[in-house]
């Protein structure tokens, strides 16, 4: 009996310290006083890509020694968000703190009331809330409607797939920019869209862009991971999402919305820096007009694209970085088309 | 007729992980152990069978590596199950926690920082039957599917009811007691059958990464070792029942993704199809289970007196 207790405690330990070692609160880079504190707080792995374009952005601005930054993930959303919260604000005293509230919204909300000296700039659908909750989100439909522009002018069967994680706003919007773009440039495009409700089962969504292939779509806009996989076997054309993706298929993908968090960064360090930081919706920093989303470099794949296309897409891409052109958000969810 | 093809094609490319995993688990079922680190061993066997392609270059090396790690891994269950009798449950969550754990943990020391998953060339589909109707784009398989259904399935079978080693192996999962009055040792079977089961898991696992990608991302397992635990119980601890099991799966998962695309404009919401396959294993397990033969000594730690 007492080799069975021992055998649980081994495992409880085991359990225990591996948990520990998981999530690795990260050295900062330098001792810099003078700097910005920014503690980043994310519910996922900072693979998970929504997140890890908040960790790279703030990592850039570490680097620069623009802040000092320190973080951690993982943190999920069974509570332990606001413990975790509470704990840095306690112990750690950070000038701000970024991350994303996405099902933590009353927690991350509750403990930013405590500590009102600090700013809470956090990813949420909400709005913001004085004195110090600052919200931002992906706000990438705009170059997701000129990636859609695209796919109509590519096509050939006039069938076009969307494969997303779960219809949520954030999704809903950017598929929705896709097949305005994809209707505009081609009227008589038929858009089949299948969701695989998870964030990350890249299998899956292959499985969901190989039977949208044998339905006759020739182009994927890879909203998840795993849909490229599907369009390199089959040869068919792909967009990535967030990111540039253009290594998960040379060849095939041919560009994709990315979403940039260095501007919102710079804009609170700014307003850290000047004492002048307010409560505010930061979603204009995520859009196209100040460089927080832009396509994906076409790697040469702007060669595949018809010329009349290419054309619409390089003027719609101008007047929305300028400013003359604002597209409408839609955050419905989208169906297939019969 | 294209959409059957299409449909039939998918399901064995969906159920060969979950199958894969799912006779691993018949194993260690059947010699007395319900291993609950299914999940975390084909998370470790995507992990390790893709790290080990990535720097060696060879496909082949990853998935021997994959499967020596399901059976370490199953070696690991052994020693707190059957060795230190610690309750099956414990040791087999604890087992998925710390082999997911370790996995995400030793993945972002070599990959840390990507934007994007790092990938690799995968194994490529054979079409064994060419350009024939039907027979050809069926036959478009995976070299682990065919494996997996013509032989893994069939070998499994075999050796569970016509060998010296299967028929030991049922009776430690019944009757310990008696077998060990036999004068067979009754951990070293486990032992077998823990090991076995965990190079099957971790195979299941990388033929995710291997395979079906060419990738590694956290949630690539995304539950498929529970759904391989569920439809162990509704094959009755049989593997051509199991194998028949995996394929309704499969097959509803399948037909959901293909009714999504159809946009059918039903007057139902598309959460309705992916429910579907859970609610076909759910269903297929309530008429099935009905009639469920639990091995006798599932869950009891064997101890001599």
Same mark, same amino acid.
């Given at each position: 009996?007492?080799?069975?207790? /021992?055998g ?34 994310y ?17 850039k ?10 973080? #951690? ?20 005293k ?97 858009? /089949? ?20 292939? &044998? ?14 996989e ?16 253009? &290594? ?11 979403? &940039?968090?260095?501007? #919102?960064?710079?804009?609170?360090? =700014? ?6 930081? #307010? ?15 832009? /396509? ?14 290419? =054309? ?9 970085? #300028?400013?003359?052109?604002? /597209? ?11 | ?20 995993a ?25 992990f ?16 021997l ?8 891994a ?22 998925t ?72 192996? $049922? ?18 079977? $486990? ?37 391989a ?57 309530v ?10 000594a ?5 101890? $001599?007196?």
């Open positions: 009996m007492s080799l069975k207790r /021992l649980l405690i081994v495992v409880i330990a085991a359990i225990a310290l591996l948990s520990v070692q998981c999530s690795p609160a990260q050295k900062p880079a330098q001792e810099e006083s003078k700097v910005p504190y920014i503690y980043a707080a519910a996922t792995p900072i693979e998970e890509p929504w997140d890890g374009v908040i960790h790279a952005a703030l990592q601005a570490a680097d620069e020694g623009k802040i000092k930054y320190e973080w #951690t993930d993982d943190i999920g959303y069974s509570g332990d968000m606001e413990r975790i919260l509470r704990e840095v604000a306690e112990q750690k950070p000038d701000a703190i970024f991350g994303d509230a996405f099902g933590n919204e009353e927690a991350v909300r509750r403990v930013a009331a405590d500590y009102p000296d600090i700013a809470f700039v956090f990813g949420s659908g909400l709005g913001p809330s004085e004195p110090n909750v600052s919200v931002f989100d992906n706000w990438i439909h705009e170059p997701a409607y000129l990636c859609g522009l695209i796919a109509g002018g590519v096509t050939k069967s006039n069938v076009i797939g969307v494969v997303g994680g779960y219809p949520v706003p954030e999704v809903n919007r950017i598929v929705n920019a896709f097949i305005q773009g994809a209707k505009e440039s081609n009227p008589d495009a038929k858009v /089949l869209v299948t969701f695989i409700n998870s964030w990350f089962d890249p299998a899956a969504a292959k499985e969901a862009a190989l039977a949208q292939i &044998d339905s006759g779509a020739d182009v994927l806009f890879a909203e998840r991971f795993g849909v490229i599907a369009a390199v076997e089959k040869n068919v054309y792909a967009f990535g999402n967030m990111s540039d993706q253009y &290594d998960l298929g040379p060849d095939h993908v041919i560009t994709g919305p990315v979403w &940039d968090m260095s501007p #919102t960064v710079e804009y609170v360090i =700014k307003q850290l820096n000047a004492k002048s930081y #307010t409560a505010q919706d930061l979603r204009d920093f995520s859009m196209m007009a100040k460089g927080g989303a832009s /396509l994906a470099p076409y790697h040469g794949m702007d060669s595949k694209i018809p010329a009349d296309t290419l =054309k619409l897409v390089k003027q719609r891409e101008q007047e929305l970085k #300028t400013g003359m052109f604002r /597209l409408d958000i839609d955050e419905a969810q989208p169906a297939s088309d019969s | 007729m294209d959409f059957i093809v299409s449909l039939s094609a998918a399901t064995l490319r969906v159920a060969t992980s979950i199958l894969l799912a006779i691993g688990e018949t194993y260690t079922e059947r010699a007395g152990v319900l291993n609950l680190g299914i999940e975390g061993t084909m998370f470790f066997g995507a390790v069978g893709f790290y080990v392609a990535d720097i060696s270059g060879s496909l082949w090396s990853g998935l590596a994959a499967i020596i790690s399901g059976i370490l199953g070696l690991l269950m052994a020693l707190f199950s059957v060795s230190f009798g610690v309750n099956q449950h414990v040791s087999g969550l604890g087992l926690l710390l082999l997911s754990g370790l996995s995400l943990y030793a993945f972002r020391l070599r990959y840390g920082g990507l934007a994007t998953p790092p990938s690799i060339e995968p194994f490529p589909q054979l079409r064994p039957f060419g350009d024939l109707p039907i027979l050809g784009p069926l036959s478009e398989q995976y070299l682990l599917t065919y494996l997996t259904f013509l032989v893994i399935v069939p070998l499994a079978w075999w050796i569970l009811y016509y060998t010296d080693f299967g028929l030991k192996l $049922r009776a430690v999962g019944e009757n310990p007691e008696a077998v060990d009055a036999a004068g067979v040792n009754v951990y070293a079977i $486990r032992y077998a059958a823990l090991a076995i089961g965990g190079g099957l898991m971790a195979a299941g696992g990388a033929f995710l990464s291997l395979a079906q990608l060419g990738a590694f991302t956290h949630g690539i397992v995304s539950g498929r070792g529970w759904v635990i569920a439809l162990v119980i509704f094959g009755n601890w049989d593997p051509f029942k199991v194998t028949l099991g995996s394929l309704i799966f499969g097959g509803t998962f399948a037909l959901q993704l293909r009714l999504q695309a159809m946009g059918l404009q039903l007057p139902i919401p598309y959460e309705t199809f992916l429910a579907l396959p859970y609610l076909v294993t759910i269903l297929a397990l008429l099935a289970g009905r009639n469920a033969s639990y091995p006798a599932l869950l009891k730690p064997y101890r $001599r007196e």
